[in-house]
């Protein structure tokens, strides 16, 4: 087990566990830019592994994937979810699966995509509870090897970032 995940559940649920914002299912060790230019926002954009790509792209998107280095637009605004700096064909919203966190805010939308925590469930659970145990829970399972963001989370990586940035949110918004 790599060491990130070997840290204690409550590291990893407050996001800590990752070295250099990476873990143990990024293993790609391409040359490429870590980032590049997303062509319609301008945001710079994280290198992603192909196989998150070939897991999330519609089977005739799939087809289209070049040999080339993609990367991944993080812009809210911008409908682009997969580009490369290599001069081929881009990937938006309705391309993928499933709706892109970063660029989807309906209460229907994962943040955790390994275990089904969306907003609304979130949500739900501190109107019930007053607390959310997402974090916890998803940590749990990352210790146990159990997640698979590399391939079912659209920016490929870790979610504790975003789910406690929606925990934040929502507790913020309920009580004002
Ligand atoms: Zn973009």
Known sequence: MNSCCALPVETIA???HLTNGECCLITDVS???ATAPCPVS???GRKIQRRTLESLLKPYARELLQPAQYYYCAD???PIVYFSNAHVRTFSIGELTVPVFDKDKSEETSVCYCFDWTRGRIRDQIVETGKSTAAVEIAQKVKAGEC???VKNPK???CLGDVNAVVKETLRNLSR
């Open 14 to 16: 407050r996001n800590e």
């Open 31 to 33: 040359q490429a830019p």
């Open 42 to 44: 301008q945001t710079a």
């Open 76 to 78: 809210p605004t911008c």
């Open 148 to 150: 698979a963001c590399d």
């Open 156 to 158: 490929g990586r870790c």
